[in-house]
């Protein structure tokens, strides 16, 4: 499966950007979708998830509360609505996909992800 991940841009500190993240090859239905990023000189953190099921969603807990990510299966698309952007989330921002494996723990695991995008660059000036 190919992942392309879009959306990122330069904007100012409060404001809200949604990355996409558009799969082709396969469908997206079967895959656990994940968000991760990497800041300038960081190692890639993880963002957020999304089961198969749609539903199930997990955060890192730091961005719980203004982060969402969701998907639309129907149109292969995940997505990642960022609000109340602070400078520290300046990054790269990669969308992957895997499976679920039945451990949570996996989930946050950046080396679990089997397909990867290629990044879109979100840059949160103060």
């Known amino acids: 499966v190919q992942l392309q991940a879009s959306g990122g841009g330069l904007v100012q500190a409060g404001d809200s950007l949604r990355l996409s993240c558009a799969a082709s090859g396969r469908t997206l239905s079967a895959y656990v979708m994940g968000w991760f990023r990497q800041a300038s000189g960081k190692e890639r953190e993880f963002v957020a998830a999304?089961?198969?099921?749609?539903?199930?969603?997990y955060y890192a807990d730091s961005l719980k509360g203004r982060f969402t990510i969701s998907r639309d299966n129907a149109k292969n698309t995940v997505y990642l609505q960022m609000n109340s952007l602070k400078p520290e989330d300046t990054a790269v921002y990669y969308c992957?996909?895997?499976?679920?494996?039945?451990?949570?723990?996996?989930?946050?695991?950046?080396?679990?992800?089997?397909?990867w995008g290629q990044g879109t660059q979100v840059t949160v000036s103060s």
């Open positions: 992957a996909a895997t499976f679920y494996s039945g451990n949570d723990y996996y989930i946050s695991r950046a080396s679990r992800y089997y397909y």
């Open positions: 999304i089961r198969d099921d749609e539903i199930t969603t």
